[in-house]
Every structure is written in structure tokens, then in C-alpha cells.
């Protein structure tokens, strides 16, 4: 017999079915046995009237909370049964796997007249335990919604003629652009693992490719303990050539995050509003642009927010927090682009203009940069010379190579998902991750 989700059991009444799944909830009484199985598209409830089916108290005996049972049975209507009026009344239940008592509690449980409330256990006990706190349906909703995003993502581009690679995470030269980075050992030298795939995107454009993007890992050595950094992450990245401006690839970012928002919002906005109180909000284009001087100038102006002259070359936590505030006043948005950094804080690959600005950005969501994008540098003279002010001549020689023999001009920028996946649903980083990586976790 093949297996009924939870979701289509309404479509099966007055038939036999099987269904598989957690037991969420379990009241057995001396009559009455009530199981709700819970599979990962919702749940349905299993009663047994015990005088009827005593072949099924010993199995119903020995379940506890989140053991795992295959129920057969008929499913009925019953309009008192809140999970949508169906039940199963079971003909076998039989124990895949008893669970221990669980070690974590996963959510808030209220207190009753008999019992005291209990609170949820903290995010880094319930990561130790994350394949038990991944059960609710929260979590899981979390991983659908992500799943939307990136799939729009990818059908967009795809549609675009851009076209998916693969770059190596191992890679020869310490440093792409100041970053830290993680050292391992390669059989008799040293390698390090890729904090982006930057290198390899603009050699996919030298290489011709024209349109790119990659949806992978990144590693980041940096000792940072915040709602929004990581030491691992999944990045989507993208290249594409034959831009004019670095104007050119900011449009490309807000048609994409525009149209995967619509998606994520038809897939499943009203389950994420219910579940966690956040609307998913599809932007309007063109996004908000403000340049970086600009922004403290209203900064200052509207919150009285002022920014010390040595850090005006780049974006503040403060300011960046801020300008989500100053965006929804001035243009009732949740994005805005920030441009005229200084080419002190930009990678030495981003094309300077003629006053030696770089003809890049940051996207900012929700008060959180979460792009730095680009027109890139593909003139080698001009690339070299940039890498040796910065003292990165000899680590990105191998890089330099990709321009030496012609390439077009090209820019583009690199999202993190965990980080879309934290704003669109108001969480912490460790939250929006299957399992968070940081410099004191590494396990599970």
C-alpha cells in the first residue's frame, strides 16, 4: 500500500489508507486513545476506541512523544475533529521507532491549572539537539520558504540565459580581498577554503560564459558574535558581462529579488504571516538609491545620528541598522541601495570611476546589508595596479592571469540565503540555518 501524506488525507475518505509520521501529541486514556501523526506536510488524528481495537493498546502502551508509527486505516469525517473534520480510525499501528524523553523543549509550552509553564530551551541547546528542534512546523516552514527563494532565483536567471557552475572551495591563494580566511593542510602545501566565489565567476567571464551564477558554500574566518555572521554559509552568486554601468547589475538584483519575493509570497506568505508575524512584502522597483555621504547626512537630520569622520568611507552597524528607519520615512520601502564608498573599503576588483570612487554598492534589507555588488575591474593594467595598492599583487597572480588575454567588461554581487532566509522571517542567524557554524560550534 503506498503511503497518504497527512495533507491528502481529506482526499481518501471512506478508504483505506496508510500514514507515517512523528506522534505530536498523544492523550491515551482508558477508553479512548487520540494520536496526532505528524508528517511534514501537516497532521491528522488517529482515535482508537480501545474496547473495539484491543489488539492496538500494547503498540498505543508503548508510544511517547515524537516516536515515529505507520497507522492503516480508514479515514472518516467527524466535524468536532479540528484538524480539518477528518480522522483515522486504525486497523494497525505499528512502532517504526520509540523516542526517548525529549532533551530540549521547542517551544514556549503555557502554563495550566495543573501544571506550570515551561519555557523553550536556548537557541545553542536546541542547536545540540537541531534535528529534534528542525520537527516543528515552523522550521520546516522556514526550509519550504527558502526553498522558493532560491528555486525563483534560479528559474529567473535561467530564463535570462545565465547559466549554473560549480567553483572549487579549495583554493591556492590566502586572500581575495583582505578577509580572513581558513588554512588546511593540501598534501605538502597549504590551501585555503574559498570565501567567496569571486575569482571564478570573472573567470567564467574571460572564459566567454557571459551570464553565471553558483549556489553554494563560503567560508569566512572571522571571529564575529552577531545576529547576522557566520563562519559558514550558503552564498548565491552571480556574473554576468557586457554591462555599461555598475547601474546595470543593481537593476539585474532588484528585478531578481522582486520576482523571487512574489514567488516565496505566493508559495507560502500566508503560512509565514500566521507562524511568524511577519508579511512577505514584494518591493516595488526601482529600489530607493542613496549616496553613502548622503545617508549620514539624513541620518543626522532625522535621528540625530552622527558618524565619526574616520568611519564615513563605509557603512556603519549603527548607521546600516538606521537607514531602515530613514528608508521607510522617505520612501516607504524595505530596500535601499547605498553607492560612493570609499575605495579604501571596496575590494581592490571593483572599478573606480575617474574621481577614483568604486562604481559599486551595497544592498541594504530591513536595515542589513546583504549584497556588495559591483562593476568589476577587467582592464589587467589598471587591475594589477589595484591589487598592489592594497598589497595583493603576489596572492592573486594566478587571478590577475584571467585578464591578460581579453575580457569583456562585467560586473555582479553575491546574496547570502541563510541571511534572506533570517530577514524574511525575523529571526537570528542560528535560526535560519539547518546547522550554524560560528568560531566556539562545530558540531552536530
Known amino acids: 500500500m503506498e503511503r497518504t501524506y497527512a495533507a491528502d488525507v481529506r482526499g481518501h475518505v471512506g478508504e483505506e489508507i496508510k500514514v507515517q509520521g512523528f506522534v505530536e501529541n498523544l492523550r491515551n486514556g482508558a477508553a479512548m486513545a487520540f494520536i496526532v501523526l505528524k508528517d511534514v506536510t501537516g497532521k491528522v488524528q488517529i482515535t482508537v476506541e480501545k474496547e473495539k481495537l484491543p489488539a492496538l493498546v500494547p503498540v498505543i502502551d508503548t508510544l511517547t512523544p515524537d516516536s515515529v508509527i505507520t497507522v492503516i486505516g480508514v479515514a472518516i469525517e467527524n466535524e468536532y475533529v479540528k484538524m480539518g473534520g477528518i480522522e483515522l480510525i486504525p486497523s494497525s499501528i505499528v512502532a517504526e521507532s520509540i523516542a526517548d524523553a525529549l532533551p530540549i523543549v521547542r517551544k514556549d509550552i503555557p502554563a495550566t491549572k495543573k501544571k506550570q509553564a515551561v519555557e523553550r530551551s536556548s537557541i545553542d541547546q536546541r542547536i545540540d539537539y537541531r534535528w529534534i528542534d528542525l520537527r516543528t512546523e515552523e522550521n520546516q516552514l522556514m526550509f519550504r520558504a527558502q526553498t522558493a527563494f532560491v528555486n525563483a532565483m534560479r528559474k529567473f536567471l535561467l530564463e535570462r540565459n545565465f547559466i549554473e557552475i560549480h567553483t572549487p572551495k579549495l583554493i591556492g591563494a590566502a586572500s581575495e580581498s583582505g578577509a580572513d580566511v581558513f588554512e588546511v593542510k593540501y598534501f605538502d602545501r597549504n590551501a585555503y577554503l ?15 560564459f557571459e551570464r553565471i551564477f553558483e549556489c553554494g558554500p563560503v567560508f569566512r574566518a572571522e571571529k ?16 554576468f558581462s557586457y554591462i555599461t554601468s555598475f547601474r546595470d547589475v543593481m537593476k539585474m538584483e532588484e528585478d531578481l529579488l522582486t520576482y523571487a519575493l512574489k514567488e516565496v509570497k505566493a508559495a507560502c506568505g500566508d503560512e509565514i504571516e500566521a507562524l511568524f508575524g511577519i508579511p512577505v512584502i514584494v518591493p516595488e522597483t526601482p529600489f530607493p538609491v542613496v549616496k553613502l555621504a548622503d545617508l549620514y547626512r539624513g541620518l543626522e537630520e532625522d535621528f540625530g545620528y552622527t558618524c565619526p569622520d574616520a568611519e564615513k568611507g563605509d557603512l556603519t552597524t549603527d548607521a546600516e541598522r538606521l537607514s531602515y528607519e530613514w528608508v521607510k520615512k522617505h520612501y516607504n520601502h524595505e530596500f535601499l541601495f547605498v553607492t560612493d564608498y570609499d ?45 598592489d595598492e592594497k598589497g595583493l599583487g603576489n596572492d592573486v597572480k594566478f587571478y590577475l592571469e584571467f585578464f591578460r588575454y581579453g575580457c569583456p567588461p562585467h560586473g555582479g554581487f553575491g546574496l547570502g540565503v541563510d541571511r534572506l532566509t533570517m530577514l524574511l522571517l525575523g529571526l537570528h542567524i542560528k535560526e535560519a540555518m539547518f546547522l550554524f557554524r560560528g568560531p566556539n560550534r562545530l558540531t552536530p
Open 343 to 387: 575605495a579604501e573599503k571596496r575590494a581592490f576588483y571593483h572599478m573606480r570611476d575617474e574621481n577614483g570612487v568604486p562604481m559599486g554598492y551595497d544592498l541594504i534589507w530591513r536595515g542589513t546589508e546583504i549584497t556588495t555588488g559591483a562593476q568589476r575591474e577587467h582592464r589587467y593594467d589598471v587591475l594589477k595596479k589595484q591589487a
Open 224 to 239: 564575529s558574535f552577531t545576529n547576522k555572521h557566520t563562519t559558514e554559509f550558503t552564498g548565491f552568486d552571480l556574473e
Open 194 to 208: 574559498a570565501q567567496s566565489p569571486q575569482f571564478y565567476k570573472q573567470m567564467a567571464m574571460a572564459a566567454g
